[in-house]
């Protein structure tokens, strides 16, 4: 069902149904620790925990677009991204202090930004619509368009150093750099089908689905 929050305490080997209080469809979770997490969604929707996930209460983001990407960078600074259905608007909201107010910062971009990550408080990421990447050096003050050299949807970008960092799409793309996102190389993913997010365990260990 839409609205669906499910939680383990036992590594995946049963999941219960946390209570979200919306029937919005839910696109990325974030916790900052044990206690306290965000979920966003359709809607504008964010929905934030301080119990761990026993009770969900909605947060007011001022949109009502798509909302499909939540990173935190210490317990009270976070930013979100999305945009609207067709793909041509591009939203960054950012709250500091802890989700109770979020800003809307113009991204520069009419592209809608699927994906959001920060290397560190200052330098952050996010991707999304026709290979649109953009770089913050400055918390989200100002963001620099970056040429990606392809025109697919991104959907994820990871950051696992300074320099060295992975963004993943449809039509099987793969992207890294190594100078911290000025150029962009495409690798071989041996797959046509949309790669939806990345992760990274270690420099050398990494996961697409």
């Not at 995946?12 to 946390?18: A, L, N, P, Y």
């Amino acid at each position: 069902a839409s609205g669906t929050i499910r939680k383990t305490t036992n590594g995946g080997i049963t999941w219960v149904e946390q209570n979200s209080g919306t029937t919005n469809t839910l696109n990325n979770v974030f916790f900052v620790d044990t206690d306290a997490g965000y979920v966003v969604g359709q809607n504008g929707t964010i929905l934030k925990t301080t119990n761990g996930g026993a009770n969900w209460i909605s947060q007011t983001s001022g949109t009502i677009n798509y909302l499909f990407s939540i990173y935190f960078t210490d317990s009270n600074t976070g930013y979100v991204v999305g945009g609207d259905y067709y793909g041509s608007t591009g939203i960054i909201l950012k709250t500091i202090d802890g989700g109770a107010n979020w800003s809307n910062i113009n991204s520069g971009s009419y592209r809608t930004l699927y994906s959001v990550f920060f290397l560190n408080d200052k330098t952050g990421y996010a991707v999304g619509n026709h290979g649109t990447i953009l770089r913050t050096p400055n918390a989200g003050a100002y963001w620099e368009p970056i040429s990606s050299g392809v025109y697919y949807d991104l959907f994820s970008v990871i950051f696992k150093s300074t320099n060295t960092g992975f963004t993943v799409g449809s039509g099987g793309t793969i992207l890294k750099t190594i100078n911290g996102g000025t150029n962009w190389t495409v690798l071989q993913s041996g797959t046509l089908n949309s790669l939806n997010s990345v992760y990274f365990t270690s420099s050398t260990t990494g996961y697409i689905v």
